[in-house]
């Protein structure tokens, strides 16, 4: 997967975050969300942020396998012009930029330390390294690069990671593909059926209780 082209975006697909913070509430303790395939850190910043406006105890988890995104991840530093235009387009509020980040020179927005303590970043490759227990599994548009060999294996690790009363939460592009004719068909990871089911929300699936 090292070289692809990440696509992250702060808060994205708006409407999963409520309900995933309904789902972590009713843990009734300190939480641990796993931001996989996190690419420069604007998903698993997102989820901190979440935690924090909830008042929710808990930490983040982001991995990647690309070193360069990492360090951008890490670092926590973001364009203004990006940040303002993720605003405008209603994925972030004026209010969660000023409380959540702070001016880094002129060009630039650094989120703030109460955020970035609650990430945590390390390298993970999805399908052959085991995954982290959590709570909440944000696993999404990586599934098409693995094998569907790795994507079984991948399936495995995170039904046994998860809680059992957690999430898993996949991107839209998780759950399509071009057909030959060029058309888009429905298609999910290999053995997601076989360890979770779906919700009212067609990119949140929670696993079953026992294998099937």
Request: contains cysteine; glycine residues 8%.
């Amino acid at each position: 997967m090292k070289g692809r082209r990440i696509v992250t975006e702060w808060f994205r697909v708006p409407a999963v975050w409520p309900l995933l913070a309904r789902r972590l509430a009713d843990a009734g303790g300190p939480v641990t969300v796993w931001s996989g395939a996190c690419g420069t850190g604007e998903e698993a910043y997102s989820a901190a942020i979440l935690l924090e406006e909830r008042g929710l105890p808990g930490e983040v988890y982001a991995t990647d396998v690309d070193e360069p995104n990492l360090a951008t991840a890490r670092a926590g530093v973001y364009r203004r012009t990006a940040i303002e235009q993720d605003v405008a387009e209603g994925r972030l509020t004026a209010e969660q930029v000023a409380r959540y980040f702070e001016p880094r020179g002129r060009h630039h927005l650094r989120v703030r330390r109460t955020v970035r303590d609650r990430v945590e970043f390390g390298t993970l490759r999805l399908g052959e390294d085991p995954a982290p227990e959590c709570h909440a599994a944000l696993l999404r548009n990586v599934w098409r690069h693995l094998t569907p060999e790795a994507q079984r294996t991948a399936v495995d690790d995170v039904w046994d990671a998860l809680d059992r009363r957690g999430v898993l939460l996949l991107g839209g592009g998780d759950l399509m593909r071009v057909d030959e004719d060029g058309r888009l068909v429905p298609t999910e990871p290999r053995g997601l059926s076989v360890r979770f089911r779906p919700t009212a929300h067609s990119l949140i699936w929670r696993p079953w209780l026992t294998y099937r």
